[in-house]
C-alpha cells in the first residue's frame, strides 16, 4: 500500500459500534494502518453501551436462517463462540425473525481481541472533538482523551459515530429524523435480575403490570403488549424493552429529560413485576443503560439515499457492497411500532454510494450513518447491517489510500469484500 509519510494512518474510524468495528476490520483486512475512535471505555456500540442484547440482520426472514451477513460480522460471531457464546441464530416468538443472543461482557472482549489480531489501533475513553479540512478533503481529526488533545493526521476518515458527530464537525449537511424532522423515539432497556428460571414468563401477567403501573399514575407506558423481552441464556436475567421514551430533539436537556425519567420508570415498575408477576418474586434492576437506546439522530448527506423502494422491493444492484435483510421497523409513534418486509430474494443491495459522503471525497459512512430515507433507515440500522456497511466503508476508505485519495469502483470494492469473505 502506498502511504503519504506525513499521515499518521491511512484510515481513522470514529466510533466503536458494530458499524465501527465493520469498519476497522474492513480496513485492516484491505491493508490499511487503522485508527479506531471510541468515546467509552469499550467497543460495542449500542450493544454494550444501551444493552441492545440481541444482534439483527444477520439472517433473512423465513423459516429458516439464510445469512445475509458474512465477513467482519460473521469473524464476530465466531470471536464470541471461542468465548462459549452460543451465538447461533434464535428464530424470535415475539417477532418472527432470527437474531443471535449476545452476551455483553464476553462481547466486548471478542471485539477487543478481533481488533488486536488485526493489528488495529484502538483508542478507547477518547472523543473526536474536532477536524481540519481544505474544500473537497479532511485532512486529520482531534481527539479528546484524558491526557488533552491530540491531532491525528490520515488519508481516509469513517463515520461510524451513530450520530454523525464527524459529519457534524466536518460541516456536512445533514436531516434530523425523518422528512419532516421527527426522531424515533429512544427506548431504555433494563435488565431484572433475580428471575426463577422453572417459572414459565406469562405474557398476561407481565401485561398486567403494566396496567398496574400506569394506574399508579407513574408517567405513562404506552407499550400494552408487554413490549419485547426474553430470558438472558445461562443466566437468571430478563431482558425488556418496555420503557420508551419520545425524543423531541438532540438537545442535552432532551436527552437528560429522556435519561432521568426512565430510571424512574425503571425501578417503580420492578417493583410492580416482583409485587404481582410469578417467578420475579426476588426480581431485582440489575441494569439500565449505561446510557438510553437512541434509535434515530442526524442523517448527513450520502452521494445515494437507500429508498423505502429499494427495500420491499428487494432490489439487487451491480454497485452492491452490502446485503441488507432485516424488515422495516420504525418506531415513530411511542408504543407502536410499524414493521414491513424486504421483498425479493428477501434482500436487498446497499450500494457503494450510500456509504460516501457528498461533498467531502475522503469520509466515509458506516452503520446507522449511511444514506437512507425515513422508511429504508427502518431497515438498515440494525447492527449485523451495520458490521456490513462499515466492513464495505472501511474496506473501500482503505483501497482509495492506494489510488491518490480517487475512490475506487463498486466492482473493485466488492472483489475485494468478497475475498474477505463478505456476503454481498
Ligand atoms: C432500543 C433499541 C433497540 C434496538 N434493537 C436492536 C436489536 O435488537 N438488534 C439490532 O441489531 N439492532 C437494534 N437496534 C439498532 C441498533 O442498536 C443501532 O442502529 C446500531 O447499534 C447501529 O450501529 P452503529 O455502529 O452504526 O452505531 P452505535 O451502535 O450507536 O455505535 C456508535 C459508536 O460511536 C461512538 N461515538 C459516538 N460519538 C463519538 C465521538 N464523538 N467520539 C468517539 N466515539 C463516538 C459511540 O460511543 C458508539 O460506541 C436497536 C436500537 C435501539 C435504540
Not at 52 to 81: S, T
Not at 183 to 201: E, F, S
Not at 337 to 358: C, Q, S
Not at 371 to 390: C, H, K, P, Q
Request: with cysteine; hydrophobic share 40%.
Amino acid at each position: 500500500m502506498s502511504r503519504q509519510p506525513e499521515s499518521d494512518y491511512d484510515v481513522i474510524v470514529v466510533g466503536g459500534g458494530a458499524g465501527g468495528v465493520g469498519a476497522a476490520l474492513g480496513a485492516a483486512k484491505a491493508g490499511a494502518r487503522v485508527c479506531l475512535v471510541e468515546k467509552y471505555g469499550f467497543l460495542g456500540g449500542a450493544a454494550t453501551n444501551a444493552q441492545v442484547l440481541a444482534y439483527c440482520g444477520f439472517f433473512q426472514q423465513g423459516n429458516e436462517p439464510i445469512q445475509a451477513v458474512g465477513g467482519a460480522g460473521e469473524q464476530v460471531l465466531e470471536g464470541l463462540r471461542k468465548l462459549g457464546v452460543a451465538a447461533d441464530p434464535y428464530h424470535s416468538e415475539t417477532t418472527g425473525n432470527w437474531i443471535v443472543l449476545l452476551d455483553p461482557e464476553r462481547l466486548k472482549v471478542a471485539l477487543d481481541r478481533l481488533c488486536a489480531e488485526h493489528g488495529i489501533d484502538v483508542w478507547l475513553h477518547t472523543r473526536l472533538a474536532a477536524v481540519s479540512r481544505t474544500a473537497r478533503r479532511l485532512e486529520g481529526v482531534t481527539l479528546a482523551g484524558m491526557d488533552g488533545r491530540s491531532q491525528v493526521g490520515a488519508e481516509a476518515f469513517v463515520d461510524a459515530s451513530g450520530d454523525a458527530n464527524l459529519s457534524l464537525v466536518s460541516g456536512v449537511d445533514f436531516r434530523i429524523g425523518d422528512e419532516e424532522n421527527r426522531l424515533q423515539a429512544g427506548t431504555m432497556p433494563l435488565r431484572v435480575g433475580g428471575v426463577n428460571p422453572d417459572v414459565k414468563i406469562d405474557r398476561n401477567a407481565i401485561k398486567a403490570a403494566v396496567r398496574t403501573y400506569n394506574e399508579r399514575g407513574n408517567e405513562p407506558i404506552h407499550r400494552d403488549d408487554g413490549g419485547i423481552y426474553t430470558r438472558v441464556p445461562g443466566t437468571s436475567d430478563f431482558w425488556w424493552l418496555i420503557i420508551d421514551r419520545e425524543m423531541p430533539d438532540l438537545s442535552s436537556r432532551a436527552f437528560t429529560h429522556a435519561e432521568r425519567s426512565a430510571r424512574e420508570m425503571a425501578v417503580a415498575l420492578v417493583d410492580i413485576l416482583r409485587e404481582q408477576v410469578p417467578g420475579f418474586e426476588r426480581a431485582w434492576l440489575a441494569q439500565t443503560g449505561p446510557q438510553i437506546g437512541v434509535r434515530e439522530s442526524r442523517h448527513p448527506t450520502a452521494r445515494y439515499e437507500v429508498t423505502y423502494e429499494d427495500v420491499v422491493e428487494g432490489r439487487e444492484r451491480g454497485d452492491g457492497i452490502a446485503r441488507a435483510a432485516w424488515p422495516i421497523e420504525v418506531h415513530k409513534e411511542v408504543g407502536r411500532p410499524m414493521y414491513e418486509k424486504v421483498g425479493g430474494r428477501g434482500y436487498f443491495h446497499v450500494p457503494l454510494d450510500a456509504v460516501r459522503a457528498k461533498g467531502l471525497d475522503n469520509l466515509w459512512y458506516a452503520g446507522r450513518v449511511i444514506g437512507a430515507d425515513s422508511l429504508a433507515y427502518g431497515s438498515i440500522r440494525v447492527m449485523g447491517t451495520a458490521f456490513a456497511t462499515g466492513e464495505a466503508a472501511g474496506t473501500a476508505a482503505a483501497l482509495s489510500t492506494t489510488a491518490d485519495g480517487r475512490a475506487p469502483t463498486a466492482e473493485r470494492v466488492r472483489e475485494q469484500l468478497i475475498s474477505q469473505g463478505a456476503l454481498i
